[in-house]
């Protein structure tokens, strides 16, 4: 009855870096996870873009991009959602294809040695470089990089380098983009299995109908759209080689691609970039976002691999000049605390307010919702680094602020309960012990107001949106509670608290204690408005 | 967030019986619910056998009689199961269409008066009766009666009788069984839906197979297969009438029956009556089950309505001598009283140790399964009335015990954990909170043992099956239980108690104290045993 979580010592120590030497099958999903680059609009998996038929989860996924799933139990009572957003696999586009001679590279098959994953905490990348020896005895090494840019996050960047060792000649490769997915998690959550998804039926587990391919002006574009939330993600790519290539225009069902050769000297590298736009918008129709995306790669076309990657890096140093922690004689610790860092960051940095800090970018499982983590212990991160993405993550509240509404007459509540799990402003998982009892979300969001105001004393947020969030919280927390009949003292009954385990607690401390001082500080509040901002206090007053 | 529960003064009250006057659409599945017959072997719902287009649900069930349901969770942890089994609605064997002048009998269509439904406790037989004016203003007036038979359980009997009121002439019957039935809550059950089960979709809900289909010597004979469980049940039917008619043999996909006329006098009373034989066996091939069903029928072909009926009736006469609570200047708990002591026996007499007294016969919710209550609550009704019913009840245990040993292995438990809700011995259904917290099942059914012993001192079941039980379940205890940190005292931790709603409490007190007491009763049985029968304790100290 007990999970027991060890650590395995699997990947190098390093200050800056996260290496893995040598490849285990075994590991790969977790390896998949580990090496994920991500830039807040994006994130692809570390997994292995020139096809890999063992055991992976070839993950590549957008920040608030989701499709609706219906959620089943055993026996539904009131409160239960049926239908929650998830986050979906979306296009795969590092998608590659790699062969020599007719042999096709795929590294459950083939010879290989020297392997090594690399992943650059200082400047964002993911190296992956390894020998692959043919059947004919070909040695051929080859080098993958990646990273999704900071700068201008529409871009993803790849380059492929090739050389010879032993052999001059042709290698031959398809580049596309591919929208043939698989959504694991839709078969069914199963954390009984290691891979934390059931792939009993691995069919049907693709969500995307496309609606559009062409190939100009050197653009290889495709659109598709999610089967219900009916979302469009325009994704494009423009091949840049060191030697002129010829490509071949390649279409299949939910594909674009380029197919052609490159030739080889031995022991001289040649390589080629493939420089992608991805481009998706909630609400828009599929053509306005497809001539959005085009605007945005035409924007971006003259863009070089080496160009994108010298903003991206200047971004990740001016933010580590700022934010890194040095640890001096622990160089675990220092690779630990670095890469959570790293991974933090890489999944929000405050481009926009209608994003997040979402659960895990990097796959499947917590279906990309933000739970109360973001404000009780990411906040402060993002305030001290730039009180303007403090503001913003509490933007991203008020604008839910409406769902948040509807969430609370969902069980009967009054005023605004912020949800448990959420993308789109309501409910999205169907765990109920967690989603029902859990009543701390607005009060993590309480805290967050709370200390912005105390350190960056932004009351122009405070006495706009940040009182309106706190009064229908109030409201909220007021409808939840009663009165104890022993002593008449208020509190909340039959709560799971903040250690998300003990269900139905009467009076949980952390709750108690945080709901009291949301009352007072919100109260105080008022107090403070009705003094120095009285106009600012009655619109308050009215409003909610 | 409060669910309400309110009386509703619907049906008449009477010391014997339970009467609906008029009647009202809007509570039939109540009604149906309420006006069940049932004998331990077999029960139907009050529906309306003759069809109803109306909001209903025609339920007829055999207890233990399954088939196998996937179960689905937004996410799965370790010890949910993902398939239970669940009782099937099975033949409608009172099947029935009626018509005059081509109009069909229809109460959601057609115009009626004087209905009245009445439930007779002393006798366990429902009469439903109401006056039908047709289209061309015939009026009709007809009475259904119906009973499970209690001492051949596997009868089922129908009469209908119609006596025109203005008219003479021709009514037209069709009278069949019909395996076209539906299983509503194999769409889910929604439990905020008023009826139970959330039918968005209708279709797909029925899980039988038709095997064979037969009219022999005037026996009607079907015999359909379950889905997955593969059990076969045979359903047979005689028709007798107070006049000749000429039946014509009918037959669909799940269906076999017999259409005639009746030929009515004004002012007089006709009726016919339809002698029904269900069988099935849980393992038994089609072709056995057939001949086996078949030579039942056969020897059940010259029983007549009123025969069957004299011999239920002599049935319940004695049952109501023995065991019948007088209250007196209180008819409401007067009828209160009867109606549970009627519905608790007609759901079990102690027919067959390998039936129990299951949550709900009468309906599809709760899946047909048997708790805890069994143990804790309908054990004494049973001892006291027949000692050897009391000894059928643990039989029941002691045949799943093998079962209850691979349920706790499945929680990693020792010894044998008795599943919460079970018909075939291991966990039924997927209400986790419910299913893996509350661990008391074994404490009660220690309770049934430790009373039949002292009630019955039956020494024999004591020394040989029961001390078997006794170990096993001690075993799962010991192993669920813990130490605790602060004074080394014993005790379960994280379950859910008998109040059957606070989940993961420490000590609580009822499992704890109940606990303490099965330990204690469990070395003095094995310490009387030493004394008074060595050699039993021998053989049960060596069998566990």
């Not at 032993?166 to 997915?181: I, Q, R």
């Amino acid at each position: 009855m007990h999970l027991v979580k060890t650590s395995e010592k699997y990947f190098k120590v390093d200050p800056w870096l996260v290496v893995e030497e040598g490849f285990d099958p075994a590991k790969q999903r977790l390896s998949e996870s580990i090496f994920s680059v991500a830039n807040e609009f994006m994130c692809v998996r570390g997994y292995f873009e020139e096809g890999y038929s063992g055991d992976h989860l070839l993950g590549s996924y957008f920040s608030q991009l989701y499709d609706l799933m219906d959620i089943k139990y055993p026996q539904r009572f009131k409160g239960f959602i049926t239908e929650g957003a998830t986050m979906l696999n979306a296009v795969d586009w590092l998608y590659t294809r790699i062969s020599v001679d007719g042999e096709e590279l795929d590294l459950a098959k083939v010879k290989f040695s020297d392997f090594r994953r690399t992943l650059d905490l200082r400047n964002a990348i993911l190296k992956r470089e390894f020998l692959w020896t043919t059947a004919q005895n070909k040695q051929l090494r080859i080098t993958f990089l990646r990273f999704t840019n900071m700068v201008d996050t529409a871009m993803g960047c790849q380059r492929i380098i090739f050389e010879p060792l032993n052999f001059s000649g042709e290698v031959k490769v398809c580049s596309g983009l591919d929208f043939d997915t698989i959504y694991e998690l839709a078969a069914g959550w199963d954390q009984t299995e290691g891979t934390g998804s059931s792939l009993e039926k691995k069919e049907n587990l693709n969500f995307w109908t496309c609606q559009r391919k062409e190939l100009t002006d050197g653009l290889y574009c495709i659109q598709a759209r999610t089967e219900r939330s009916k979302i469009n993600l325009f994704s494009s790519f423009r091949l840049v080689a060191d030697q002129t290539v010829n490509p071949r225009y390649v279409e299949r069902e939910k594909f674009v691609g380029a197919e052609f050769s490159l030739q080889l000297q031995k022991n001289q590298a040649t390589a080629f970039d493939k420089l992608v736009v991805n481009h998706w918008e909630e609400t828009g129709g599929g053509e306005q976002v497809w001539q959005n995306g085009l605007r945005l790669a035409k924007k971006y076309s003259a863009v070089t691999y080496e160009g994108a990657f010298e903003n991206h890096k200047q971004f990740w140093s001016d933010f580590w000049r700022r934010m890194d922690i040095e640890i001096e004689g622990d160089p675990e610790l220092q690779q630990g605390v670095r890469y959570s860092i790293y991974t933090v960051y890489s999944n929000y940095h405050g481009e926009s307010d209608r994003r997040n800090v979402i659960c895990k970018l990097a796959g499947e499982v917590y279906n990309g919702v933000n739970f109360w983590d973001t404000e009780i212990y990411c906040h402060r991160m993002y305030m001290f680094l730039n009180p303007e993405i403090g503001r913003k993550l509490l933007m991203y509240r008020y604008h839910y602020l409406p769902r948040a509404l509807e969430n609370a007459k969902r069980v009967d509540l009054e005023g605004a309960r912020y949800p448990f799990s959420t993308i789109t402003g309501v409910e999205e998982m169907g765990a109920w012990q967690h989603v029902e009892l859990e009543i701390h979300q607005n009060l993590a969001i309480y805290y967050a107001i709370w200390h912005y105001d105390k350190v960056c004393q932004d009351k122009q947020f405070l006495y706009n949106e940040g009182i309106e969030i706190l009064l229908q919280m109030c409201r909220c927390m007021a409808s939840w509670g009663g009165w104890s009949p022993k002593n008449g003292d208020f509190g909340f009954y039959g709560v799971m608290g903040p250690d998300e385990f003990h269900m139905m607690v009467n009076h949980n401390c952390y709750t108690n204690y945080m709901g009291k001082k949301m009352f007072n500080y919100t109260l105080a509040v008022l107090a403070e408005m009705k003094q120095t901002a009285p106009d600012l206090y009655d619109k308050a007053v009215k409003k909610v």
